[in-house]
């Protein structure tokens, strides 16, 4: 728990805040799977009482990020093969139906190639991630289906851990992710729907079957 830091909240006593704070550091990588989460060491590099860290772990259990166990603790979720699977076969229905969606709307491009091209000057492979997710966070706004962005933000925060996890060991990564994502791009511009559905289908198969190829 000493080895990582985390910055003071702005305001005392704010669970929100706290949850923030935490979750910046277990998708940045700082915290990683399987980490215990202490209440008092996160109250004290907070700066907010116990009962603030207790309720902002309560948030972040309800999005998937940690686990609590009576007796046992909290300690940040680390994916095993059921949860691989099944976010695996979850997000690929969404995606699906978000890029199909997107391609019949003939979405504007523009959000998307902005993305792509922040890609080619991100340093880390953390850095990468969070701009993957924000690629299909822009693929999902332009598909303008509230309830399929609800599902997609509902699972959105364990996509992330799935993504830092399928990296590690693995520097492909930085190679492909300009080429996937600006392939995805001129898919919805060529506006063949079902040409952009088999993309999304094989723009995930590849990256689930390098992460259980790492397990």
Known sequence: MSSFSIGPVSRKGVAGEAADRIREAILSGELAGGTALKEVELAAQLGVS????????????????VVSQWHRG?????????????LYTLRAALDVLAMRTATAKNAPLDSLNAVVEEMRYAR???????????????????????????????????????????IVGDATYRDLVVPEHAHLAAIIGVGDVEQAALAAEEHLRG????????R
């Open 50 to 65: 116990r009962g603030s860290v207790r309720e902002g772990l309560v948030v972040l259990e309800g999005e998937g990020l």
């Open 74 to 86: 909290t300690w940040v979720r680390a994916l095993d093969r059921e949860d691989i699977d099944e």
């Open 124 to 166: 880390t492979d953390a850095e990468r991630v969070t701009l993957d997710l924000k690629f299909h966070d822009a693929v999902y706004a332009a598909a303008g289906h509230r309830r399929l962005m609800e599902a997609w933000q509902a699972i959105r925060s364990q996509v992330h851990l799935f993504l830092l996890a399928r």
């Open 207 to 214: 990256s689930y079957a390098k992460l259980v190829e790492q």
